[in-house]
């Protein structure tokens, strides 16, 4: 059944990303999962479990262990992900405000969105959110040189106790501030086994000190300012007032929960316990919600069990405590090991997910620019056309349609491929810089454009609105060139659905035209000899997104791959050409090797390259991930071009499987490959890691 409206989550906290695991073990069961395009919006790609945070600051755990994966649980939970920071929320027009990207329209949607940190300001950094809290962490060891560290906290509750402990435990020397002249750990027991505790670990308490400037505040939280700013019904601490269904007030459309949502007549204080707890009622009337089925309520437990680590102090020997309620116990390393297993357990809940390829008797096709045909298919076609497909070289990055009375070039390119991402904006953005490239690499300037967009079967106001996000992911590129988007057509797909977590029939092909502001274009030859082979950028997206298919690539690998795609290449156009560029083209779908190929196809046949396999840089995980076997789709057709190391490129130093295969990887938004004179390079290598190509790399020399 085609979706008829679009569910938004947006945030990423525990109840999200529980509802998320739910829907992807429900699959198809319509009863227990919505019959609504979903959309998961997170300012991260991945959510830390906050149980573990404080054994992360301690050194127990590492950041992957701690982190949930929210694109690979929205790829098997079938989810739309979209990164991106949520800015302000518009009841009335049902869009949530993003930065700098449209607004997101929602018929439901769901707040998870974690909560900050209040009375932050006589601290230098605050507890919440939790990701520059980490990273402030990190920096304070480095800070101290060997020495002890000594550090502020400000606040007198579970996490200020739990971190000043994780913070000893690491070498530094906190100091918890309290506002009175007790700790607040929710009992008078509690606080005795805290006090021990902290006296134990040698951590100061300094009483009745509200005023007083700390380096940390751990002070209570509050959710986020732009909520209460919606008008919608919120508590003192932002927190949105919701009934037992988890709706908000006064809204059957929206439901709120975690540490930002609040049931009016059970108030509670904010913990991860109860984000945990409410999961399995907010996915039945989340799916509810959208059939028009009768929501299910949900009462909070009057007390959560709360288990309180040490961080495993100076010994490196953990123990807790717990505290229930009135009662508390410990501490003691039998609850640590009942705290580390619980920890551990959850997690497991969504690190055993399926991966999508289990059970597949082969692995699923490429996307992106790793789509396109062949090279040997294409090369037949063209030369059975009499189109120049039994010459190599024969064929530019854009044909030259034209010239100005002025002399310059008018150029023209096409590019295109099924949609690489799962979010229609991203997505567009990435294949109009693709695209784009194409005119760079023939140093010309892009003037318009124009796009054919096809779209999944759904209902018509979510065509519209992935049209309309298409749209201004292209504008988002053009706008900063004084490029125009000209003119287009539209199409609705009729094959089958697309993969888990992929709008079935989604693409994007444009058209790009350009002019160049001298008489002549770059065109990919001739080299000649003592040419330097500059490469703009690292290359090994394929890979990464055949692994990311799979949920078998790190989500920071993937994360600053997506980043450095969607930098534009445009100001290299001006950069190579002040410096005597002679030669050029965009690194794509043929990986590097093929490339190259084709650059050496139209230069006489004496002409060889020395490459340097080392030099080459690649996307963080892309060589790890080689070495494990993982491959584009496209590789092995790419492969074909390693007969080039026997023919007319040569390779300076040993290079072992995995960069033979990040030669031949296929690229999408891949970097510029220019020829550069010899006196020249230094310079011309200088200037682009001066223009933010912090990692363009001189990898070879053209020799006869």
Request: charged share 15%; hydrophobic share 45%; glycine share 10%.
């Amino acid at each position: 059944m085609a979706a008829e409206g679009r569910l938004v989550l947006a945030g990423g906290g525990h109840s999200h990303a529980l509802v998320l695991r739910m829907w992807a073990m429900a699959g198809d069961q319509t009863d227990r999962r919505p019959s609504a395009q979903i959309t998961l919006v997170s300012r991260h790609s991945t959510a830390l479990y906050s149980g573990m945070v404080p054994g992360l600051v301690a050194g127990l755990y590492d950041t992957q262990a701690c982190s949930i994966d929210l694109r690979r649980l929205c790829r098997l939970a079938r989810v739309t992900f979209v990164q991106a920071e949520i800015t302000g929320l518009d009841p009335q027009a049902r869009e949530l405000q993003l930065e700098g990207r449209p607004s997101l329209r929602w018929d439901w949607l769901s707040l998870d969105l974690g909560a900050e940190t209040v009375d932050t300001e006589r601290a230098t950094m605050a507890i919440k959110p939790l990701e520059p809290f980490l990273q402030w962490c990190g920096q304070q060891e480095q800070r101290a040189g060997g020495a002890v560290r000594s550090l502020r906290i400000r606040g007198g509750g579970a996490a200020a106790v739990e971190v000043a402990l994780a913070l000893r435990a690491r070498g530094l020397k906190p100091k918890l501030l309290l506002r009175d002249s007790d700790l607040h750990l929710g009992s008078q027991a509690a606080n005795q086994l805290g006090k021990r505790l902290l006296q134990a670990a040698g951590i100061t308490v300094q009483k009745q000190s509200p005023e007083a400037a700390a380096d940390l505040a751990c002070t209570g939280s509050r959710a986020p300012h732009w909520l209460a700013a919606s008008g919608l019904p919120s508590d003192p601490r932002g927190r949105l007032l919701t009934g037992a269904s988890l709706q908000v007030l006064g809204h059957s459309g929206l439901f709120a929960s975690g540490d930002c949502g609040v049931i009016a007549d059970h108030p509670r204080p904010p913990s991860g316990v109860w984000a945990v707890r409410c999961a399995p009622t907010l996915a039945h009337n989340l799916t509810a919600a959208v059939v028009g089925r009768p929501l299910r309520p949900w009462r909070p437990q009057r007390w959560a069990l709360q288990l309180l680590g040490d961080g495993g102090g100076l010994t490196r020997q953990p123990r807790a405590l717990a505290f229930w309620g009135p009662w508390a116990f410990g501490p003691s390393p039998l609850l640590w090991r009942w705290k580390h297993h619980l920890d551990q357990r959850f997690m497991a809940r969504f690190s055993g997910l399926k991966a999508m390829d289990q059970g597949r008797a082969s692995p699923m096709a490429c996307r992106g620019c790793a789509a396109k045909l062949a090279s040997s298919p294409l090369q037949d076609a063209l030369a059975r056309n009499g189109l120049g497909g039994s010459t190599p070289g024969s064929a530019e990055d854009a044909a030259v349609i034209g010239q100005t009375l002025e002399g310059s070039h008018l150029l023209q390119s096409v590019d295109g491929f099924p949609a690489l991402v799962d979010d229609a904006w991203l997505n567009a953005r990435l294949t109009t810089l693709h695209a784009c490239s194409d005119l760079w690499a023939c140093g010309a300037r892009v003037t318009t454009v124009q796009a054919v967009v096809t779209l999944p079967e759904l209902a018509e106001r979510l065509q519209a609105d992935l049209l309309s996000d298409t749209l201004a992911g292209i504008q988002s590129v053009l706008d900063p060139l004084g490029a125009q988007l000209i003119g287009g057509h539209t199409l609705e797909a009729r094959d089958s659905p697309g993969p888990p977590g992929h709008p079935g029939g989604l693409s994007l092909v444009l058209s790009v035209n350009g002019s160049t502001t001298a008489r002549e274009s770059w065109a990919k030859g001739p080299l000649r000899p003592g040419d330097g082979l500059l490469l703009s950028r690292p290359i090994g997206s394929g890979v990464l997104f055949a692994a990311a298919m799979a949920g078998s690539a790190q989500p920071a690998w993937i994360d600053a791959a997506l980043l450095q795609m969607q930098q534009s290449q445009a100001a290299l156009v001006e950069l190579l050409a002040r410096h005597g560029c002679r030669a050029c083209t965009d690194v794509t779908g043929f990986g590097l090797l093929g490339h190259l190929g084709e650059m050496l196809g139209a230069s006489p046949d004496p002409c060889r390259v020395v490459l340097k396999a080392a030099a080459i840089p690649a996307l963080a995980g892309a060589l790890p991930l080689l070495e494990q076997g993982w491959a584009s789709s496209l590789a092995p057709s790419n492969a074909r071009a390693l007969a080039l190391l026997e023919e007319r490129i040569q390779l300076n130093g040993p290079a072992d499987a995995a960069r033979l295969g990040l030669l031949i990887d296929p690229q999408t938004c891949g970097p510029l490959l220019a020829a550069i004179p010899a006196d020249q390079c230094d310079a011309s290598l200088a200037a682009l890691q001066q223009a933010g190509f912090a990692r363009a790399a001189l990898i070879g020399q053209v020799h006869t």
